[in-house]
């Protein structure tokens, strides 16, 4: 049974930092095998991608609103992804989930539970 199981959220003021987790168990094949996304969901908004490292290259990708403050990383030996958020703003504010997804098969795509993270003075 895969589980992605995410850790790190908590209240911050603006300008601070915060680093979230996200453990995975059970998967099929090596965890190096799978590109690992972080999103999140604002109230009343939609799910948005924040960051993503692929599989094999490692090359990550990020949302504009992101950039140069956030950075995903992943240690393969640990089957973890993290994600390093600094100069947190208030519309940061949001549940951050983990995603995986197998490189050559998009149908094993999985989710951890989610995390909050809330930004407020």
């Known amino acids: 049974q895969v589980q992605l199981v995410e850790s790190g959220g908590a209240l911050v003021q603006p300008g601070g930092s915060l680093r979230l987790s996200c453990a995975a168990s059970?998967?099929?094949?090596?965890?190096?095998?799978?590109?690992m996304s972080w999103y999140r969901q604002a109230p009343g908004k939609e799910r948005e991608l924040v960051a993503q490292?692929?599989?094999?290259?490692?090359?990550?990708t990020y949302a504009d609103s992101v950039k140069g403050r956030f950075t995903i990383f992943r240690d393969n030996d640990k089957n973890t992804v993290y994600l390093q958020m600094n100069s947190l703003k208030p519309e940061d504010t949001a549940v951050y989930y983990c995603?995986?997804?197998?490189?050559?098969?998009?149908?094993?795509?999985?989710w951890g539970q989610g995390t909050q993270v809330t930004v407020s003075a």
């Open positions: 995603n995986a997804v197998l490189r050559w098969a998009s149908s094993y795509n999985y």
């Open positions: 059970g998967f099929m094949f090596t965890f190096s095998s799978y590109t």
């Open positions: 490292v692929a599989s094999a290259s490692g090359i990550t």
